[in-house]
């Protein structure tokens, strides 16, 4: 996806996923990226379970002129909002001592799965990062995409969940899965596109790209 790429066709999927295959060839991908992006603001990123130093590394990837980098920050942002990520905490913070969140040994910060039943899983960064900024954002934005596939499984989980109407994790999840979209869609693996794209194009038809 260039930045010069206005628009999108193709809306047919023969996997698991049966959207109402809603026509794409008029949705501005530019403009629903730059409706993500517009998501990761401080009174968005203010979130207790969003600790200060991560609040800050996500603005700044969302500022960042890598637009991979941007996206990730949407997708970090809208994992812990809609609740499919715990939160994005230090491995000294209560609730990851409460969670039995540990860091495997000799990383930095990871994704580390709950002890408690049912509960997500959390990004996790060693608490010696605090206060480098320019690490911390390094940091994330390369976990956001070496976990982008067991998300990707994740955020489609959590889109067949009933939420009602109105419910702002409904929104949140569709902006996870729009930014899992275009973050396959960047990568160069060809295919694993597919299923989250199909459940973002649902999702744009639904919301009109507006999350």
Do not use: H
């Amino acid at each position: 996806m260039s930045d010069n790429d206005e628009s999108t066709g193709g809306n047919g999927y023969a996997g698991g996923w049966n959207p109402s295959r809603p026509d794409m060839s008029k949705v501005d991908m530019n403009e629903v990226e730059r409706k993500l992006v517009g998501l990761v603001i401080p009174e968005n990123v203010a979130d207790e379970m969003i600790e200060p130093d991560a609040q800050q590394a996500l603005l700044g990837l969302a500022q960042s002129g890598d637009r991979t980098q941007r996206i990730r920050a949407v997708i970090a942002l809208a994992g812990v909002k809609s609740g499919g990520v715990l939160g994005i905490l230090g491995d000294d913070s209560q609730v990851a001592r409460d969670g039995a969140l540990q860091l495997p040994p000799g990383l930095d910060a990871a994704l580390v799965s709950s002890e408690t039943v049912g509960a997500p899983p959390a990004l996790i960064f060693r608490s010696s990062l605090r206060g480098k900024p320019a690490a911390l954002e390094d940091l994330l934005s390369r976990l956001v995409g070496d976990s982008s596939g067991r998300w990707a499984e994740d955020a489609l989980a959590r889109r067949d969940v009933a939420m009602p109407a109105g419910d702002p994790a409904l929104s949140w999840t569709c902006a996870w899965i729009c930014g899992l979209c275009a973050a396959a869609v960047l990568d160069p693996f060809p295919g694993d596109e597919i299923p989250v794209c199909v459940a973002c194009f649902e999702c744009i038809a639904v919301t009109g790209g507006a999350g």
